[in-house]
């Protein structure tokens, strides 16, 4: 059974400080890993996606991937309160397998 | 951006009766749907992949008697929770493939109350 973890939190930053969200998967042959963040009562929407080792920015928003270890990051820069919501990981093509998320609070 | 409705957004129900939930693609056509359901602070889980003329194919512990899907074109799937009680409700959610990419749309979520 493909499992994804996540540290649920609830996470905690300052205004203007780096979040960082942390995702472990099972699935050794898994290729494609997201990240969605969502809003209380909302459905997700996708911050990023990343597909190989290394590193991915995206304006404020970076995903880290380390398929040796297993391990997806997102490191949240200038973290705002608008970024304030539950953080899910997603791993798979298609049909996708969840974390259970982070809640972030950045406290203004 | 590609676009996901469904609808309705919010429905209650009577213990005992069925519910229609319908996800349109709106702009793009999605030969692949994929419905999920999220219970309070829990985790998406799949129910079902959706695949435009044939029958859906449900994971595991999902009850396709009680969860009908179908997709009969190429814009539209529906999920009935038939005979529906308080332990359904929840919030469905499903999304959209287009041309088989690796992004999927989300359409913004029914959230069922079964009294």
């Known amino acids: 059974q493909k499992e994804v973890e996540q540290n649920s939190g609830p996470l905690s930053v300052p205004e203007g400080a780096i979040a960082s969200l942390n995702c472990t998967y099972s699935?050794?042959?898994?290729?494609?890993f997201f990240w969605y963040r969502q809003y209380s009562g909302k459905s997700p929407e996708l911050i990023m996606f990343?597909?190989?080792?290394g590193d991915k920015e995206d304006g404020r928003f970076t995903a880290q991937l380390n398929k040796a270890s297993q391990y997806v990051s997102l490191l949240i820069r200038d973290s705002q309160p608008s970024d304030s919501a539950t953080y899910l990981c997603a791993v798979g093509q298609g049909q996708l397998t969840f974390g259970s998320g982070t809640q972030l609070t950045v406290l203004p | 951006g590609a676009v996901v409705s469904q609808h309705p957004s919010r429905v209650i129900c009577k213990s005992g009766t069925s519910v229609k939930i319908e996800c349109r693609s709106l702009?793009?056509?999605?030969?692949?749907m994929f419905w999920y359901r999220q219970f309070p602070k829990k985790s998406l889980m799949l129910m079902a992949t959706?695949?435009?003329?044939?029958?859906?194919?449900?994971e595991q512990g999902v009850e396709k008697d009680k969860f009908l899907i179908n997709h009969a074109s190429l814009t539209l799937s529906t999920l009935t929770v038939t005979s529906a009680h308080p332990e359904d409700s929840s919030f469905y959610i499903c999304?959209?493939?287009?041309?088989?990419?690796?992004?999927?749309?989300f359409g913004p979520g029914t959230r069922l109350t079964v009294t």
């Open positions: 699935d050794r042959g898994s290729q494609s």
């Open positions: 959706s695949n435009e003329g044939s029958k859906a194919t449900y």
């Open positions: 702009d793009f056509q999605a030969t692949t």
């Open positions: 990343i597909y190989s080792n």
């Open positions: 999304s959209a493939d287009r041309d088989s990419g690796v992004e999927q749309y």
